[in-house]
């Protein structure tokens, strides 16, 4: 079962932040927050992780609070094309003669709408 | 370089018929990872492959569902006989080995009808 909490849905306009919490106060030492996105019919796509500290790459930043019980995804440009289902997921993983597992436990999300 | 590919797009198949869907990781991933979502419901995960062994098939659903990565490459997963409550969108995903938390690529899913 998903491990965390996430609102069903947000709207943000175009050109704006789009702020999207998650909450995940049963996370574990060794789990990562990771973020994933669906546009409708698409497959699922990945957009950030992190372990305790804030990160940032082209498409977001990710804020972790210090007690990692949750966090926020930033996207810092909204556009018309960021309209998508927003995961929030926490990933269990651990090392077996060197390869990484971690099956990705999807929740229900947050429908972010972005709207001119 | 190519992503994550998935065969046939689109399946309309009768109860009680069988299915193969397809799935071609990215080169040189040796993980492979089986989801589905069925209507209305969360995307749920059904098995993970490492080369071409099964590492975790717990959420494989009943034992109509019969997942093959023969060599380690392209992975087949097989519904015989197929069920309504089959109907869903099939998603493959990869990622590479070593290190912490790679991410996984997934590709766009086969739409799987059972009429």
């Known amino acids: 079962d998903a491990k965390t909490t996430q609102p069903p849905s947000m709207d943000c306009a175009e050109g704006r932040a789009a702020n999207l919490p998650c909450n995940h106060s049963?996370?574990?030492?060794?789990?990562?927050v990771y973020w994933y996105r669906q546009i409708h019919s698409q497959g699922p796509q990945y957009i950030i992780h992190?372990?305790?500290n804030n990160e940032t790459n082209e498409m977001a930043s990710l804020i972790i609070t210090e007690d990692r019980k949750s966090s926020t995804l930033i996207l810092p440009h909204a556009t018309l094309r960021d309209t998508a289902v927003y995961y929030c997921i926490v990933r269990a993983s651990s090392y077996a003669g060197g390869t990484s597992y971690g099956k990705l436990t999807f929740g229900q999300g947050t429908i972010l709408t972005v709207h001119p | 370089e190519a992503g994550v590919t998935q065969f046939p797009s689109h399946s309309v198949i009768e109860k009680g018929q069988t299915v193969t869907l397809r799935c071609d990781p990215i080169s040189g991933h040796d993980n492979l990872y089986w989801y589905r979502r069925v209507m209305g419901k969360e995307i749920k995960f059904l098995l993970h492959f490492v080369k071409e062994s099964k590492q975790d098939e717990s959420g494989m659903p009943n034992n109509r569902f019969l997942a093959e990565r023969t060599g380690g490459t392209y992975s087949t997963l097989k519904v015989q006989p197929a069920e309504l409550e089959d109907s869903g969108v099939y998603f493959c995903?990869?990622?590479?080995?070593?290190?912490?938390?790679?991410?996984?690529?997934f590709g766009q899913g086969t739409r799987l009808t059972v009429v």
């Open positions: 995903a990869s990622s590479q080995t070593g290190g912490f938390n790679t991410e996984a690529f």
């Open positions: 992190g372990l305790k």
């Open positions: 049963t996370i574990s030492g060794n789990e990562y």
